[in-house]
């Protein structure tokens, strides 16, 4: 069982599948690129050349997240996630050291929001379909 699959056993109860990590890798780099956009405009805002850890629009449920990922004790695999994120198109504030050292543990706790997100929308699905997917993604979009 990978990393991916235990993950999401242990936060929701969810058997995913390879199919899924694509879904999910794109859903968590997006996410992490719009926190990043955010940031920007917020660094930018305050005349600042980096974006900081204080920049990015971290609300409370996703630091809820973020404590139950610590919880968890489990890994999410991160170069993925990151290489897509470094092919997006460069922001204009580049990210602090601090704030790149954050996004395990915000990656993490955008995963446990995800995976928690499946139980209370689909609370009878075990092995989410491309629906189950778009319905929670398209709550994201227009929260995060």
Do not use: C
């Amino acid at each position: 069982m990978s990393k991916f699959e235990r993950f999401f056993r242990a936060a929701a109860g969810l058997d995913v599948d390879k199919n899924d990590l694509k879904r999910y890798g794109d859903f968590v780099d997006a996410k992490l690129y719009d926190l990043l956009v955010v940031g920007q405009a917020s660094a930018k805002a305050n005349d600042r050349d980096t974006v900081e850890p204080w920049d990015l629009p971290i609300t409370k449920g996703l630091q809820e997240s973020v404590h139950g990922f610590r919880r968890l004790d489990e890994e999410v695999e991160l170069k993925p996630i990151l290489e897509q994120l470094a092919a997006r198109p460069p922001l204009d504030r580049t990210p602090a050291q601090e704030t790149e050292e954050r996004y395990p543990e915000i990656i993490g706790g955008l995963s446990v929001a995800l995976a928690e997100t499946f139980k209370i929308i689909y609370p009878d699905v075990k092995n989410p379909q491309t629906s189950h997917w778009e319905g929670v993604t398209s709550v994201f979009d227009r929260l995060l």
